[in-house]
């Protein structure tokens, strides 16, 4: 069984730790993942000031992480009446995935956006096996196609 929580500061570890997978995930020249302090300090705002949800797996007594959410809330850059929630990440362990624990994330942070936010953006990485469908399902249209030039 899955369930969707804050995040807390104890849980930075293992956010760290998928931090990490993700960055590799993302294939590219220059890691997203610089290195723990920095890591931990953008986390540490995240969860404090911001939108960060983690789902956790319950194993009799046991309780296992295995993917977040986060995104940043902020008046938009041209409207500062229009507050907007932009998703930072959203991860789910491989092997957790198609388990309903990355819907449920989805899910959560959707609902927070509507109780705090004016705009919900998201996005999807290129590899990550997710059908669009899910986003528009739930309200989303496509407005904005995201590239990647990578000049060092």
Known sequence: ??????????????????????SDFYK???PMFRDVDHSTKVITDMINDHSFYVAVKHHEEIFETVGF????????IYNPDIKTLVESFWWVRPEHRRSGAGLMLLDTYIEFGKKNADWVIMTIEDEMPIDPKLLIDRGFRLKETNYIMEVH
């Open 28 to 30: 590219t020249k220059m």
């Open 69 to 76: 959410i986060a995104g940043y809330m902020f008046p938009h």
């Open 1 to 22: 069984m899955y369930s969707i929580r804050e995040a807390m500061l104890g849980d930075i570890p293992d956010i760290l730790n998928e931090l990490r997978a993700f």
